[in-house]
């Protein structure tokens, strides 16, 4: 069983949609959740970061966390052209590792 | 530097040979980890650096595969005998440290392409 499960996609949404993506991971004891947005042969980039149950709003990006159901999501309201990417996320276990899921490409067709 | 840095850029070796790569973490950063990327997946946890703690390199997909860190600065990945499937983009990221714990928020370097031909 992978650690970090998403879906790989691809999700399309046209513009000034919401585009929800979502990620299950296996370690109960996790603590830290991370998602990072990759442009298509760029690096990923930190996005959002989130600790505890519950929703985190930056701008048009909202994290989602329920542990109990070891679940976490990304809305991103108002989607834009360029917020066309891959989106990865990531989980902190206890031992300082940081896991990624295999992505969900996001496409907002204008 | 500002940012992580890496090198070379861009790598083209033939089978069997070695390659060294290179990763230059951002100052004060003394988490580092190393992520293999092959095209159109994600990324793949190789292995991870802190401070002076024995290293997690639990990661590594076989013995070809070896890292060093010089104390909380530059890292270097060794790939032995390359076969074609190393071909990928190698990730490098450094973390800051608060307390006993990293953040875990990575900074990632513009990666290493190595094609093995």
């Known amino acids: 069983q992978k650690e970090v499960e998403q879906n790989s996609g691809p999700l399309s949404v046209p513009e000034g949609a919401i585009a929800s993506l979502n990620c299950t991971y296996s370690?109960?004891?996790?603590?830290?959740f991370f998602w990072y947005r990759q442009y298509s042969g760029k690096s990923p980039e930190l996005i959002m970061s989130?600790?505890?149950?519950g929703d985190k709003e930056d701008g048009r990006f909202t994290a989602q966390l329920n542990k109990a159901s070891q679940y976490v999501s990304l809305l991103i309201r108002d989607s834009q052209p360029s917020d066309s990417a891959t989106y990865l996320c990531?989980?902190?276990?206890?031992?300082?590792?940081?896991?990624f899921g295999t992505g969900t490409r996001l496409t907002v067709i204008p | 530097g500002a940012g992580v840095s890496q090198s070379p850029s861009n790598k083209v070796t033939e089978k069997g040979k070695d390659v060294e790569l290179r990763c230059d973490p951002i100052?004060?950063?003394?988490?580092l980890y190393w992520y293999r990327q092959r095209l159109g997946q994600g990324l793949e946890f190789l292995i991870y650096?802190?401070?002076?703690?024995?290293?997690?390199k639990s990661g590594l997909p076989s013995d070809r595969f070896s890292a060093e860190r010089t104390g909380e600065s530059v890292s270097t990945l060794t790939i032995q005998r390359t076969q074609q499937e190393d071909s990928a983009v190698y990730l490098c990221?450094?973390?800051?440290?608060?307390?006993?714990?990293?953040?875990?928020?990575?900074?990632f370097g513009e990666g290493s392409r190595l094609t093995v031909l």
């Open positions: 990221a450094s973390s800051l440290v608060l307390g006993p714990r990293n953040t875990g928020e990575l900074f």
């Open positions: 370690d109960r004891v996790s603590q830290s």
């Open positions: 989130i600790y505890s149950n």
């Open positions: 990531a989980v902190k276990t206890g031992a300082n590792n940081l896991f």
């Open positions: 100052s004060g950063h003394t988490a």
């Open positions: 650096f802190q401070g002076n703690s024995a290293p997690d």
